[in-house]
């Protein structure tokens, strides 16, 4: 029963570095989101992919690219990494993008950027 | 600018009794609501939602109300149990994102 699957759960980075967050769900889902949550905040989009081969950014996508790697795959990459981009970034899925169509959440990774 | 708001961060409730957490939003675009359950280090759980052509809906011990004049849902707890103890997230969807709330943290105390 994994679900949603994100790696790592932790990373410390220094500022400037690169890093390739992954997620994979097994849900057989067409849709698959990245999240941050900053603490004392909801879960803000950064970006999405309604189905594979499509990529959408969401409300703060800065800094940040995204891959559908496959229909199972979608990882997020941080160029140059600074710190406001601490966070806990969460990866969710859904069967189809809609609102009837709950998001299935990752346990997340979280991450530090010194 | 917060579309979704929980004003309570914190709510504390003995066990047995009723939990309601409150849940305000701006957007009139907004038309399905939904709760979200998070424990630590773990990630969002889906708990129950409700379309805005519906003023209730109930799953077993969780029922959400909405009240779509005053743009207020509610999230009641009955009975409460210690299990119950997490952050719950007040989500709207307009279509494909999700607006979070900023999260209230329900203690169900013995």
């Known amino acids: 029963n994994a679900g949603v699957t994100q790696t790592p759960k932790f990373q410390v980075l220094k500022t400037g570095q690169s890093m390739t967050l992954q997620c994979a769900q097994d849900?057989?889902?067409?849709?698959m989101y990245w999240y941050r949550q900053d603490p004392g905040m909801g879960l803000r989009l950064i970006y999405y992919?309604?189905?594979?081969?499509?990529?959408d950014k969401g409300e703060v996508p800065n800094g940040y690219n995204v891959s559908r790697l496959n229909k199972r795959e979608f990882s997020l990459r941080l160029e140059s990494a600074a710190p406001s981009q601490t966070s806990v970034y969460f990866c969710?899925?859904?069967?189809?993008?809609?609102?009837?169509?709950?998001?299935?959440f990752g346990d997340g990774t979280r991450l530090s950027i010194l | 600018d917060q579309q979704v708001k929980q004003n309570s961060p914190s709510l504390s409730v003995q066990e047995g009794r009723i939990s309601i957490l409150n849940c305000d939003y701006t957007?009139?675009?907004?038309?399905?609501f939904l709760w979200y359950k998070k424990y630590p280090a773990e990630g969002p759980t889906f708990l129950i939602s409700?379309?805005?052509?519906?003023d209730k809906n109930e799953d077993g011990r969780f029922t959400v109300f909405l009240n779509k004049s005053a743009k207020h849902l509610s999230l009641h707890i009955v009975p409460s149990q210690p299990g119950d103890s997490a952050v719950y997230f007040c989500a709207a969807s307009p279509a494909y994102a999700l607006n979070f709330g900023k999260g209230t943290s329900l203690l169900v105390t013995p």
């Open positions: 992919s309604a189905s594979e081969g499509t990529t």
């Open positions: 409700i379309s805005s052509i519906k």
């Open positions: 969710a899925s859904n069967l189809r993008t809609g609102e009837d169509q709950p998001q299935h």
């Open positions: 849900m057989n889902h067409n849709s």
């Open positions: 957007n009139s675009m907004f038309d399905y």
